[in-house]
């Protein structure tokens, strides 16, 4: 988050607006394809200078990008002469946009040696991502981002099957922050409207879901308990046919009860009959017939048949281990055995996003399979004859082959009609058109994914996701406060309804816990950590300090009672930051306005001095055009 008051970063009035003159302050962008100029066209609304960097003259899609930019240096970006022509020394961003990821993160070096201070984002590929993490760690201001990473959560928001259920974040332990659609739903801590510029989403919801209950977290915490430093133990319960449990376990039951009272009859004591079942179901024979005090036929055959089925289950039992060990240990591919019914959401390609789209669904139960299309549609006819007695729920095209994509989406549209479908289309911008044209398959640009997430990066913020909501791209985004920010005094209704954006998680600074949906009346200080979920727009509301003025009052009258008076003053206290005193007249039964209070902390006093059964209207205020405060 940049601060107003660099020197870099000031505002300056000019025709109405708020026009960031920014001295030494350019973005400098390496690489002028598809996504460096959608980078160019989301940068324009910004207004800080644009200076670029290409090995070849490019091929501009639209001619009024090309105005916007300041400068042009063709040459290699791995060059310090052409970097330093490009005044790498005096940029505040570096888009490194080149479609060679080892060439972006070459030029990432040479750009941390020629400008310690500027945001340097790289754009890598497939393969990357160890080297990446390794330099986000070891570089200050570095982020590594992959494009095809980030399409995750578009993928899993468009083939999520209950439309509006869109997992956002992870919370605490067994619960994460969701986007939910609901017709009317009652305001709680636990549960806030999606905002946005426009104002609240009415239908769309963000709460916190759990996603199993408290027994089975405590069942989970034990487990991990008790193969925390058990690895063996850990090897052998992977190893058990977990899904098979239910039926086994009975069946195993009625065998060692029949036994225990067939054999304690035949021996003449319980503790016989169960030292004899349990050796028979070891496999062992002799040894346990001989304790019988009534030989003959009918107690041979019923310890030989107790033998053999021992036998049989001790060596299954030692095959399916081994199997299982064997297989780890080779790096044998196998297949899971896939229950009937279960929800199932197919990945064809992009193998490395199959992990970011299994932890998305994973509260809700859905598994993810793969196929590939390298081999045509064959491949995924074999997937899908395998996924034939489960709930088929989706298909994600993920090649980077457009054609191919469509291919065998118009292939699947007709043999699966029920299912939804999204195609990938890497180097295409405005793909909306294209998924209208061909009807029910949902095409998600990559290019504009990507975009919107460089450009926020570019200004040294953290992006971890990018997700399609309503056919509007959205991104969670990772704020760190740092000493001077001017959300600093600001609480979480403010700059939620001040810039349109939804906080989804805080953490402070000498805290370990982050809150999930923290109160509206938390004001932020220095080194305060917030998630948040906004389009584009909103976060350079954000970065620029262009902040709405709280725009509604409540009107109230209170009645006289004095048994209640008490609990009122210190729910006005608290509400309106004001001492008790200063609204102790507001009792004498007359209506009384507060001063401008932001829509949600309005609903909320509303709510609460109505359960004080105080009479309330909440009422919208002509807006005032406040461009350069910020209300607290």
Not at 323 to 336: C, I
Not at 352 to 367: F, K, N, Q
Request: glycine share 8%; proline share 5%.
């Amino acid at each position: 988050m940049k601060d107003s008051s660099d020197p870099r970063f000031y505002g300056v009035k000019q025709g109405g607006g708020v026009a960031l003159q920014i001295g030494e302050g350019a973005v400098l962008i390496c690489g002028l394809g598809a996504l460096g100029q959608a980078c160019i066209e989301r940068l324009l609304p910004f207004d800080v200078p644009l200076t670029a960097v290409d090995l070849d003259p490019p091929q501009w899609r639209r001619d009024p990008l090309r105005e916007r930019i300041g400068q042009m240096v063709q040459g290699d970006m791995r060059e310090a002469r052409v970097l330093e022509q490009a005044g790498i020394r005096h940029c505040r961003a570096v888009l490194l946009l080149s479609a060679d990821s080892q060439v972006n993160l070459e030029a990432a070096l040479l750009v941390r040696v020629l400008n310690p201070s500027a945001d340097v984002v790289v754009r890598s590929r497939s393969g990357q991502a160890d080297i990446g993490h390794l330099l986000e760690q070891r570089l200050s201001k570095v982020s590594v981002v992959d494009p095809l990473v980030l399409t995750a959560g578009a993928v899993a928001s468009v083939l999520q099957p209950n439309e509006g259920l869109i997992p956002l974040a992870t919370a605490a332990e067994g619960s994460s922050i969701t986007l939910v659609r609901s017709v009317q739903r009652p305001l709680t801590p636990s549960c806030r409207r999606l905002r946005s510029l426009r104002g609240v989403q009415p239908s769309l919801w963000i709460t916190v879901r759990q996603r199993g209950g408290l027994g089975q977290a405590q069942r989970r915490s034990i487990w991990s308990l008790l193969t925390r430093d058990n690895r063996w133990l850990q090897r052998c319960w992977r190893s058990l046919p977990r899904q098979k449990l239910r039926w086994v376990l009975p069946a195993l039951l009625v065998v060692i009860s029949t036994g225990l009272v067939l054999f304690s009859a035949l021996a003449g004591d319980w503790r016989r009959g169960l030292l004899i079942t349990f050796g028979l179901l070891q496999g062992e024979y002799v040894d346990p017939v001989m304790l019988l005090n009534k030989p003959g036929l009918l107690p041979l055959l019923g310890g030989l048949s107790y033998a053999l089925l021992g036998t049989l289950m001790t060596s299954a039992l030692v095959a399916l281990i081994l199997e299982r060990l064997l297989s780890e240990r080779l790096g044998l591919q196998r297949y899971e055995r896939l229950r009937s019914g279960s929800r199932q959401l197919l990945i064809v390609d992009g193998q490395d996003v199959v992990e970011p789209i299994r932890s998305l669904l994973a509260g809700e139960r859905i598994g993810v399979q793969t196929a590939s299309l390298s081999e045509g549609m064959a491949e995924i006819e074999s997937q899908l004859e395998r996924l034939r007695r489960t709930d088929l729920v989706g298909i994600g095209l993920l090649s980077s082959n457009l054609l191919a994509n469509l291919h065998a989406a118009l292939a699947l549209q007709q043999t699966q009609g029920s299912c939804r479908l999204a195609v990938l289309a890497h180097d295409m911008e405005s793909t909306d058109q294209l998924g209208a044209l061909f009807g029910g398959i949902n095409v998600i640009s990559g290019i504009d994914l990507a975009a919107d997430a460089f450009v926020a990066a570019a200004f040294g913020e953290r992006v971890e996701r990018v997700l399609q909501i309503e056919g509007q791209h959205h991104l969670v985004v990772r704020y760190r406060l740092a000493e001077g920010d001017h959300l600093c005094g600001l609480t979480i209704a403010r700059i939620e309804n001040g810039y349109g954006i939804s906080v989804l998680s805080h953490l402070r600074s000498n805290q370990t816990e982050t809150r999930a949906l923290p109160p509206l009346d938390w004001p932020l200080q220095p080194g305060d950590e917030l998630s948040v979920l906004a389009n584009l727009e909103s976060l350079r509301r954000v970065e620029c300090g262009l902040i709405d003025p709280p725009r509604w009052r409540v009107q109230l009258r209170v009645k006289q009672q004095p048994h209640e008076g008490f609990w009122v003053l210190q729910c006005l206290a608290r509400f309106l930051d004001l001492p008790p005193g200063q609204v102790q007249s507001w009792l004498d039964g007359n209506w009384h306005d507060t001063a401008l209070l932001d829509h949600d902390l309005g609903e909320q006093l509303c709510s609460e001095l109505q359960r004080l059964r105080v009479e309330t209207q909440l009422i919208e205020c002509p807006p005032v055009d406040s461009r350069h405060g910020s209300l607290s």
